[in-house]
């Protein structure tokens, strides 16, 4: 572990100028930054904490109906939160599938949305192949023990993928993303703020240098009677999904008025899946080839030699996890 200096913001004008300093890095739970710390992933030389900035933990409606939600929110809070739970339960559900309870409490919206891979290649800092820590370095992953990783969005430089549960609901639920620099705040749609890898595997998302994530807002819910988070994973408790499923439908009596889908543990970032939506739209959904929608969603899919199984169980996944939203099977 390198060594780094400490620091106490104040606010976020206070944030943003200590993190101005070479090799700053902004700190808050720590829950996955302590550990790229430890393996030597993450060398930060300045740690500017920014636990003591009461305006990021705030968890508020505003005037038109949507909710915005601090970055210093802690998943445990947000999860259990009367607004979040009464109108966003598919975010609530995701939050309470992922980590266990003492990490949730610990864990904030802002880390968890600038988690990285859980790729084993990526965590080995004593393996020299991978494109994301090293980059130019080859993806040991392509020809390695495969099973965990992409099958969607992936490239020859990286496959590996994205390990929030939270971020899939949010991308299901047109999130936006609010960032602030010292030039001034931006906002970022959530299906815009991670990145694919590409030629450039080492970049994770679209957050600049010294930006701080400021806040979450959530539309207006449109959702909540119909909604369903599905995480599949090796066990029931306190592991990665190998593929989850965030449905929200909004239901004109039998038929569908609108739809967010997306699929987590498949893609290097949440994979929204808008084709399955407009097709879902407007129809009676008893009358829908869910397996049919299911297949084309898959269509691109690259599986390799130990996670094969992805793609048939994505499709089984999403077609169950829309089922079970409109009420038409048991969880």
């Not at 915005?68 to 559900?93: C, E, F, K, M, T």
Request: charged share 20%; aromatic share 6%.
């Amino acid at each position: 572990m390198n060594n780094f200096s400490y620091v106490r913001a104040a606010d976020i004008d206070g944030a943003l100028r200590l993190a101005a300093q070479p090799g700053a890095a902004f700190i808050a739970g720590g829950t996955n930054l302590v550990d790229l710390i430890k393996g030597g992933i993450a060398q930060p030389r300045v740690l500017v904490d920014i636990t003591r900035i009461a305006a990021l933990g705030q968890i508020q409606e505003s005037a038109h109906g949507a909710v915005r939600i601090g970055a210093l929110a802690p998943n445990s809070d947000l999860a259990q939160h009367p607004l979040i739970v009464s109108r966003y339960p598919l975010l609530s559900q995701a939050l309470l599938s992922g980590a266990s309870a003492q990490l949730r409490n610990m864990a904030t919206v802002g880390g968890n949305l600038l988690q990285r891979t859980r790729c084993y290649y990526f965590y080995d800092a004593g393996f020299e192949h991978c494109n994301k820590r090293r980059p130019g370095s080859g993806c040991g992953a392509r020809e390695g023990y495969n099973r965990i990783h992409a099958v969607l969005g992936g490239s020859d430089q990286c496959i590996a993928v994205n390990p929030s549960d939270m971020c899939v609901a949010l991308a299901a639920l047109d999130a936006v993303v609010e960032v602030r620099s010292v030039r001034g705040t931006h906002r970022i749609p959530i299906t815009e703020f991670h990145r694919l890898p590409g030629d450039t595997p080492q970049r994770d998302t679209n957050l600049g240098v010294g930006e701080l994530i400021t806040a979450v807002e959530l539309p207006p819910s449109r959702y909540a009677p119909h909604s369903h988070y599905l995480k599949l994973r090796d066990r029931a408790s306190y592991a990665f999904a190998l593929v989850s499923v965030a449905v929200g439908l909004e239901m004109d009596g039998e038929h569908v008025a609108a739809a967010g889908l997306a699929l987590g543990g498949v893609a290097p970032k949440p994979w929204r899946l808008v084709e399955f939506e407009t097709a879902l739209r407007g129809r009676r959904l008893a009358e829908v080839d869910l397996a049919a929608l299911a297949t084309a969603a898959l269509a691109d899919a690259e599986p390799l030699h130990y996670n094969r199984f992805k793609p048939e169980l994505a499709r089984r996944a999403l077609v169950r996890a829309v089922r079970v939203a409109a009420g038409l099977e048991e969880s």
